[in-house]
């Protein structure tokens, strides 16, 4: 099937759920990036600066570019003129160059927290009480140029349901007791991005509001 076929399928899935798509470009070209846009496809996950940074002027101005990788501090600064949400928010350190960089732009750039969800220890993010910590923190209350907007997590790479269900389910747990202990007034905190080619519809069961979607349209990576 062809990239729009792919879309409109997913799209299909998504109809009457929480979740929206982020459709995932890592490697592939413009031109295909270009194929989605066409089908309709707004959100873009890319998980290297310097690929979104290279693509980014390509693309029409209205796509929102998602971060999906680790981020280096010394490389927000690539991000932060067009960025839309950065989903790999994983310390405190990170929050503070993004309002800088963002400040100086004059912007609002959205985060997500990411969550380490898996059993692999490969798998970056922070635990719960990392969260806590950060959220309780003076610095953390005089930020105005990065806004939280949920979390993320990525689950174990395995084909067993029940495991990929209960680490969804903490991700979604974590998002539930973090919206009532500090974004209890702020309606933007709304974001749970979880589930990916082999699992969207197992995450969109969960509560998944943001499914990052590479392979199920592009085919697989080389
Ligand atoms: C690559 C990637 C995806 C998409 O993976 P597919 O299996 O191709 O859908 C989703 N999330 C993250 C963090 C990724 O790095």
Redesign the pocket.
Known sequence: MSIAENIQQIEHELHGTTARLVV?T?THPVAKLQEAYDAGARLFGE?KVQEMVAKQPDLPTDVEWHL??HLQTNKVKYLAPFVHTIQSVDSLKLLLEIEKQAAKHDRVVNGLLQFHIADEESKTGLSFAEAEEMLQSEVYQQLRHVRLTGVMG?ATFTHDQAQLRREFQTLRGYFEQLRSRFFAEAEYFREISMG???DYPLAIEEGSTLV?????IFGARG
């Open positions: 995932v890592k998980n999906i990788g990525v990916m080619s082999a990052r979607v590479g392979s199920a």
